[in-house]
């Protein structure tokens, strides 16, 4: 719910702050006190747009900040993870209007377009007023709050999932004649391709060995050299280091008796001696070129071999060659059995599209049965707002397909969208004898309000508004028909926050919460303030509304009080 709400420099408002309950929040105050700022400060907090000069003379901007609980909101609490933000309960918003330059959007501390406001909480925060009726105005939100009433959301689902399944299964078809065109050719083609690697004959790892082998033999002459070199050195020419290990061991040996600290020397040296032999061994098998496989000659002509395919298909070595050979493979061995292939997709995209046409009915059935059920609750809750011959009506019609729509999403000649094949219209008449016209049409302002009224305490439970604010609810009533408003109100308040501008202490009398809007003038400027009432604040409040201020107009208004709380 909306927890707090501070408004500065908005119009008439200096700085206001209001601290709502949950229940039935009431506003009221004397026309042109500015609680009409209060419903336009809440719109900015959903995203509407702003205008500069709503800043107040002599300021240069304007700022409206908002916390809402949001822990029993789950499509709050969604959205705000679909944009990015972190899981919270609460929603912290900052909406600053500039007098000049651009404005700015804040939500959890974090800087976002106006955008991201609609985004995350425009359906969740709803204004009636005269001026801001788009959620009943709108035909599309119609099956929203009809499938809301119905409780259609599994079967929704249901629908949805299957109908993303039939669309897979179509486009895999689509794809399947798209590569059948030129199926000789693509086949004449693989074959090629596949020849063309299979003749290689190529191993994994063979191209890196081929690269060392290419590499020894360009250094043949460096390592021969090395080789003889080092051999001589160790080996085959007079004093070499072998020849001088020996004679260094047989002289420790000679002496060891009378100086035992040679022992440890003479045993080091034989180790190294066994080193020096092991690596002459080593240096005869690294002579040995004419058993490396293959000459230089025959090495440059196979890795050009491979390099040259490599570079054909864009790849970096013999593995991902092989794999690319599998992969031809499997495209030949798909061509060869496409017919068989085709008739089985073909066969699996019936089967999925006749499990959505099924879903589509069955949704349309229980839409019909629940639309009735709907019109009448919705008939009865405006009767009790003294709409008493007032006509309410649900009328389903079928979709019809637009142009460009695919084969496969009609069915009959209705169009299978991503809510089914129906569309709603709400039909509304507020006088006998008149034909219901869609709402759009027949209601006006104050109508609009009573009517999002009676809707929204049909409902009742699952709808996910956490605020619901009422202006002009009042517009054209009184009496017994306040009352029967309030009490509806109030009902409202049960299930969701309401709050409430009005003029009536009929309905005023019922809050949970209330609140006075009223102006102050100092040094000929006009400030809007707003005020919680206590008891004895509501009791002189109620008594103004009623005309003036006296021990009558008091006795009634604590009469309503004890009658309504």
């Known amino acids: 719910m909306l927890e707090y709400l501070n408004i500065q420099n908005l119009a008439v408002i200096s700085s206001s702050e209001i601290e709502f309950s949950k229940g039935l929040n009431i506003i009221t105050g004397e026309t042109g006190a500015g609680k009409s700022m209060i419903v336009q400060a809440l719109g900015l907090l959903k995203g509407s747009r702003a205008s500069k000069d709503w800043v107040r003379t002599g300021k240069d901007r304007a700022i409206i900040q908002a916390v809402l609980d949001i822990s029993d909101y789950e499509n709050i609490q969604n959205n705000l993870e679909l944009n990015d933000f972190e899981p919270d309960f609460s929603l912290n918003i900052e909406r600053i209007i500039k007098k000049k330059g651009n404005g700015r959007v804040k939500i959890n501390g974090s800087l976002v377009p106006a955008r991201t406001l609609q985004d995350i909480i425009s359906d969740s925060v709803e204004i009636s007023s005269q001026h801001d009726q788009q959620k009943l105005l709108s035909r599309k939100n119609y099956l929203i709050l009809l499938d809301l009433f119905g409780n259609h959301r599994e079967l929704l689902v249901e629908y949805r999932h299957h109908l993303e399944i039939m669309d897979a299964k179509y486009n895999k078809l689509e794809k399947l004649k798209r590569e059948n065109a030129n199926r000789e050719e693509k086949i004449h083609t693989l074959k090629f391709k596949i020849k063309e690697i299979e003749k290689l004959k190529i191993k994994p790892g063979e191209r890196k060995k081929l690269l060392r082998k290419r590499k020894r033999l360009k250094a043949r002459k460096e390592i021969l050299e090395t080789v003889y070199f080092s051999e001589r050195q160790l080996y085959s020419k007079d004093d070499s280091i072998t020849d001088l290990l020996h004679e260094i061991i047989r002289r420790i040996e000679n002496v060891e008796e009378v100086e035992p600290g040679f022992a440890s020397i003479g045993s080091m040296l034989q180790e ?96 019909k049965k629940q639309a009735k059920v709907l019109a009448n609750t919705v008939q009865k809750e405006l009767s009790d707002l003294d709409f008493k011959n007032a006509v309410f009506k649900i009328k389903l019609t079928s979709l019809s397909p637009q142009e460009n729509t695919p084969g496969y999403r009609i069915h009959h000649n209705k169009f299978l969208s991503g809510s089914g094949t129906d569309q709603t219209e709400f039909l509304f008449s507020p006088n006998p004898g008149e034909k219901p016209l869609p709402i759009s049409k027949a209601a006006s302002g104050g109508e609009l309000s009573r009517l999002h009224l009676a809707l929204k305490c049909a409902l009742e439970t699952g709808d996910q508004t956490i605020t619901t604010v009422y202006d002009e609810v009042d517009s054209g009533i009184g009496g017994s028909a306040a ?68 021990k009558e107009s008091r006795q009634h208004a604590r009469a309503l009080l004890d009658i309504t709380q």
């Open 272 to 367: 190294a001696l066994v080193l020096v032999e092991e690596s002459c061994s080593e240096l005869s098998r690294l002579n040995q070129f004419d058993q490396d496989g293959g000459s230089l000659e025959e090495i440059e002509n196979r890795l050009h071999s491979i390099e040259r395919l490599l570079r054909k298909y864009s790849l970096e070595d013999a593995s991902q060659l092989l794999a690319k050979l599998d992969k031809l493979k499997k495209e030949l061995e798909f061509f060869d059995n496409f017919n068989f292939n085709y008739s089985n997709q073909e066969k699996a995209c019936q089967k999925a599209q006749k499990t959505v046409v099924d879903l589509a009915e069955k949704l349309s059935i229980n839409r």
């Open 483 to 550: 009352v029967k408003i309030a009490e509806k109100l109030k009902q409202a308040g049960k299930n969701r926050q309401v709050i409430c501008i009005t003029h009536l202490p009929q309905i005023a009398a019922f809050a949970d919460c209330h609140f006075v809007v009223y102006k102050d003038v100092k040094e000929n400027r006009t400030y809007t303030r707003i005020r919680k009432l206590d008891k004895p604040g509501r009791i002189e409040e109620l008594a103004r509304m009623t005309g003036k201020i006296n």
